[in-house]
């Protein structure tokens, strides 16, 4: 850096910086924004602009077709009709997605931690048996997952054995079999953020919760869960999200009286062909699930996950 010598009285000889060129600062003050030009255009273009045609198409007047075109007549009754037609299954989906995400906490959390604390030099083979079933399709865990629970399954033979179900009793077609497929499927999206999270933890803190006299169950209240929170706020937010979106496990899964929201949205695109009731429906469970997740975070109190 150039420097400028000048000379006081009685101090003697000082240098003090020269003023840096207004032109190379300039131009470093705009590297930032280009750093982030392809990530905003690509926002642009895949995620505003989808979401501002969804948010046109809930007002078009629902007497209209893909073929001959729908008007924009500014129909808000899209909306209440939607609402007013489907409150069980939005009501359903919730329930559903909350109750899955509840059980892929209290099974993800113990594992997370074994593979983080206790994993030793078996984590990285822990780690990719718990993402494993990413490297199949979706759709083919879903349907060997209705094997499973078919009423010819093992399964269902085992529990009739046990005389826990009767010779008419079944799983397949029900609401558990629909939150054991959504638990299933999304149980990694809950296991790699507190893994992520656990992982960071110190042992030494572990360590002097024990010196001060501090049991497991105090130790684990005290210090673990609570340093670990980052990673159950984002392992429910990944899990509850998709979750409730979900339609393929209540399709193979369930029956009509499972029908999840995502099932009645995939239906009136592809089937009914009533896009503006479809496309409320879709915006109504964005914009819901959208306030939660600010209501959860919220209260959560944690600023790593936002």
Known sequence: MSAVLTTGTG?????????????????????????LLP????????FALPVGLLAQSTLWDPSGSLEQGYALTWRWQNFTDGLSTYSDQFIRSLE??????????????????????????WKNLMLIAVIAPFFTSFLVRTLAWKTILSDSGFVVDALRWLHVFGPDDRLLATNIA??????????PFMVLP??????????????????????????FWKVTL??????????TLMTFIPAAGDYINAELLGSPSTTMIGNVIQSQYQRVGDIPVG??????LMAGILIMVFAYVRKAGTDEVV
């Open 11 to 35: 101090t003697g000889t000082e240098y003090e910086p020269a003023a840096e060129p207004v032109a190379g600062a300039k131009r470093r003050a705009w590297v930032p924004y280009v750093q």
């Open 39 to 46: 990530g905003g255009v690509w926002l642009l273009l895949f």
């Open 96 to 121: 559903y997605s909350l109750i899955a995400t509840v059980i892929c906490l209290v099974i993800g959390y113990p594992l997370a931690y074994a593979i983080a604390i206790k994993g030793g030099r």
């Open 178 to 187: 629909v939150i054991a497929g959504i638990t299933y499927n999304f149980l």
């Open 194 to 219: 507190l893994y992520a999270s656990l992982e960071k933890l110190d042992p030494r803190l572990l360590e002097a919760a024990g010196d001060l006299y501090a049991n497991p169950v105090k130790t």
């Open 226 to 235: 609570p340093l670990s929170m980052p990673g159950v706020v984002g392992g």
């Open 279 to 284: 496309a409320a429906l879709s915006f109504t």
